[in-house]
């Protein structure tokens, strides 16, 4: 008994002198207990991993301090943690990191050449943290100019609170926001007014066989009061201005991402005053060597134009394998059933023809209004040595 009572008592004495030396040998500061943060920063420019910079307000003792660092139930890379000083006491450094085992948290020893308060920047990448971008637009009525919204919408599923951060993007203004774990805000990042757009319809044959299809194109450049940044990819609601004074819905799209200086098409939907049908009008074949032969195709685009007034028409094909474009022909259709008739046009007055690859080639069709008319194409298409 005496053996047990003497250790006990000397036990007590040693545990007694070590935590009253503890503050001088090693001093522990948990960030997590800290109630705020000087200010966070949140770089939002990609879509993945998101940066957050904070930065705190800590007392260190001169020697040896352990500043602990959690974070239980957030979606934080931890082998993106980095601890920076901005201000101190005296000189600071950073001696080595430690991961305790099992456990979402790691401590720094850092060593102080003074005692005093210092202020330290802890940053790090955070997913889980959602990013949308939308847009609104509202065209005039006689569909020259628009008006463009940009918005951006921020979904907090990362696990973590955040107080007032400073949010940087990309584009459009930065904010001041706070955000609470699951939420969602909507911010208007930019808004530009009378932007020059101008309308296309697009006849593509691999894409829609039936229908011609409408855009807006809107220049992302200086001249269209645009071109500070690129417009990021996002879901885009279509407007127009009409005679009540309202905005009536043409539909919606989504935008494609555009550099500076780059177009924008946003599509409208159908149109329903500007027709074109496909046929195969002849085809023939020339034999050129054994089995090996030429196939001279000739197709006919027939358009039909039903607004008031011309219409810029792109029509689009595409073929397999070596093929020429012979030429092209316009001629103006008059007439019904027996009594049809055809007239040659000027081509140089209404077309212009482009092959953009091996695959594929276009038609610029300047199309006139059809008054008791229609205008066909007929495109002369060599397919060569084919089997």
């Known amino acids: 008994m005496r053996i047990q009572s003497y250790f006990t008592r000397n036990c007590l004495i040693i545990m007694f002198l070590f935590l009253v030396s503890w503050p001088e040998l090693y001093a522990r500061t948990k960030l997590t207990t800290l109630p705020n943060r000087l200010q966070i920063r949140m770089d939002l420019k990609n879509e993945g991993f998101i940066l957050v910079e904070e930065e705190r307000a800590i007392n260190l003792q001169k020697g040896i301090n352990q500043v602990e660092f959690a974070w239980a139930n957030t979606?934080?890379?931890?082998?993106?943690?980095?601890?920076?000083?901005?201000?101190?006491?005296?000189?600071?450094?950073?001696?080595?990191?430690?991961?305790?085992?099992?456990?979402?948290?790691?401590?720094?020893?850092?060593?102080?050449?003074?005692?005093?308060?210092?202020i330290f920047r802890i940053s790090y990448l955070i997913s889980n943290i959602e990013r949308f971008i939308s847009y609104e637009a509202i065209s005039d009525k006689n569909e020259k100019n628009m008006s463009l919204k940009t918005y951006f919408t921020l979904k907090n599923l990362s696990g973590e609170k955040f107080e007032n951060a400073r949010l940087?993007?990309?584009?459009?203004?930065?904010?001041?926001?706070?955000?609470?774990?699951?939420?969602?805000?909507?911010?208007?990042?930019?808004?530009?007014?009378?932007?020059p757009i101008s309308k296309k319809y697009i006849f593509d044959h691999g894409i829609d066989s039936e229908n011609v299809r409408m855009f807006y194109e809107i220049k992302n450049s200086e001249t269209s009061g645009l071109g500070r940044f690129p417009l990021p990819r996002g879901k885009i609601r279509i407007f127009q201005e009409d005679s009540a004074g309202t905005e009536a819905f043409l539909g919606e799209d989504w935008a494609a991402y555009t550099p500076v200086g780059e177009t924008m098409p946003v599509y409208l939907g159908q149109a329903k005053e500007v027709i074109v049908k496909r046929f195969v009008f002849s085809n023939t074949e020339k034999i050129i060597d054994g089995p090996l032969k030429d196939i001279h195709q000739v197709i006919k685009y027939r358009v039909e134009n039903f607004k008031k007034d011309s219409v810029p028409l792109t029509i689009m094909d595409h073929f397999d394998g070596e093929w020429v474009l012979d030429k092209i022909e316009l001629k103006e259709e008059t007439g019904e059933r027996d009594k049809i008739s055809e007239q040659i046009l000027s081509q140089s007055d209404y077309i212009k023809t482009e092959k953009q690859d091996i695959q594929n080639f276009k038609i610029l069709f300047n199309t006139p209004v059809s008054v008791n008319k229609k205008y066909n194409l007929y495109a002369h298409i060599i397919l060569k040595n084919r089997w």
């Open 75 to 118: 979606f934080i890379d931890m082998q993106s943690i980095q601890f920076r000083t901005i201000e101190a006491p005296g000189p600071v450094t950073v001696l080595n990191v430690n991961y305790p085992p099992n456990e979402s948290a790691l401590f720094w020893e850092v060593s102080s050449a003074k005692a005093g308060p210092g």
């Open 168 to 195: 940087e993007m990309n584009f459009g203004q930065d904010f001041h926001k706070g955000f609470e774990i699951g939420e969602a805000k909507k911010m208007l990042a930019a808004k530009f007014m009378k932007i």
